[in-house]
Structures are given as structure tokens and as C-alpha cells.
């Protein structure tokens, strides 16, 4: 089972633009937060992983999020590398994924099983459930692989991407073992690559 919640970011400017009506309601609701200008200020993000983590200092106003039992972040290397390496130099393991076929097919095959088993439970924010209904399947040419992808570039994933990237290092080791003997795997075979 995946219990899925979601933290969605954005820059004011994006979704202050015209023709992005459906983003200014979440962002009332507080289902998107924003930062000024056109670009994202990351710091946002990377302090609500150290608090997620407990390891946050309470800025940026994450005080009142709980730590959870956090093993690690899966990033994409595009947007994140510096801010990874500040959760590796805080004690979170940080594992690079980037977003490409041969690495979010099998993450993808199985969000897909678990949501047609009704293994799925997302906690309701609205910005995830718009972000999955954007997700398609694409068929890689001349492979096996899926990937996801969007019909017009307005339409985000980027939620249902970084689930992939949580999902993925499940996909790494046996799902015959126990929870504990899968971490300890996992963990041991990403000390034997770095």
C-alpha cells in the first residue's frame, strides 16, 4: 500500500499569469506555495525536507510539520543537486534518479498495479489528483519501456514523477523479504555503486 501527500511549488510569477486561474485557488487554499518572482527559490524546498527529516530549523515557516522516519531523497540531478548535497552534509542520504525510460518504467508499472488494486491512497490534495489525471502512458519505440509524459505543456506531472522517484527504490531489491531486510539491501547495494 502507498499512502501518498504532496507538497506543491511554484513561482509567483507562474502562477499569478494569466490563463493559470486553476493554480491561484490552490495557492489560496494552500495546496501550492509560492516564493517571489519567476524563479523558484529552492530554499523553500530543501528546508521542508530537513524538517520532513528532523532535522529542520523551523524557517520558511515548517515548524509545525512532523518528522517522519525519512531513509532517504530521491532527486532529479536537474533542479536538485544543491540542494542535495546540503541533505547529504545535514545526514540524509541523497540518490540521484534522473527522469528517463530505464529508470521510471518498472516505478511506473508498479504505481500503475497498485492504483488498478486499489493500493493507492493519495490524501486528497487536489493538486496531485489534477497532476495524475495529466500523467499518460508512453510506449518507448523499439523497447519495452513506459514513460510518463503530458498532452500539452500546461498540463504538470511533476508530482506523479517525484512518486515514481519514491516508488523507485523499492523496485531495487527483492519484494520477497521482509521491510527491514529490503532497506538493509537496498542500502547496501548503493554503498557498493558510490
Known amino acids: 500500500m502507498f499512502r501518498l501527500f504532496s507538497w506543491h511549488f511554484l513561482p509567483e510569477k507562474v502562477v499569478d499569469a494569466p490563463g493559470n486561474e486553476h493554480l491561484w485557488g490552490w495557492k489560496k487554499q494552500g495546496l501550492i506555495f509560492t516564493t517571489p518572482g519567476a524563479e523558484l527559490d529552492l530554499n523553500i524546498v530543501e528546508a521542508l525536507v530537513l524538517q ?7 524557517s520558511w515557516g515548517w515548524s509545525d510539520v512532523p518528522a517522519l522516519d525519512v531513509e532517504m531523497v530521491v532527486y532529479d540531478a536537474v533542479f536538485a543537486a544543491q540542494m542535495a548535497a546540503n541533505w547529504e552534509k545535514a545526514g540524509i542520504t541523497a540518490v540521484e534518479l534522473r527522469s528517463r525510460a530505464s529508470n521510471l518504467n518498472e516505478p511506473f508499472n508498479k504505481l500503475i498495479a497498485s492504483v488498478e488494486d486499489h ?9 496531485l489528483t489534477w497532476m495524475a489525471g495529466n500523467t499518460l502512458l508512453k510506449q518507448v519505440q523499439g523497447g519495452d519501456y ?15 514523477i517525484a512518486t515514481m522517484n519514491a516508488i523507485w527504490p523499492l523496485c531495487q ?11 538493509n539491501s537496498f542500502f547496501a547495494a548503493l554503498g557498493a555503486t558510490t
Do not use: F
Open 52 to 58: 520532513l527529516s528532523g532535522l529542520g530549523d523551523g
Open 119 to 127: 493500493r493507492v491512497v493519495n490524501d486528497g490534495n487536489e493538486v
Open 146 to 160: 513506459i514513460y510518463p509524459t503530458k498532452q500539452v505543456p500546461e498540463d504538470s506531472i511533476d508530482g506523479m
Open 173 to 183: 531489491v527483492p519484494e520477497d523479504t521482509s521491510d527491514a531486510d529490503r532497506r
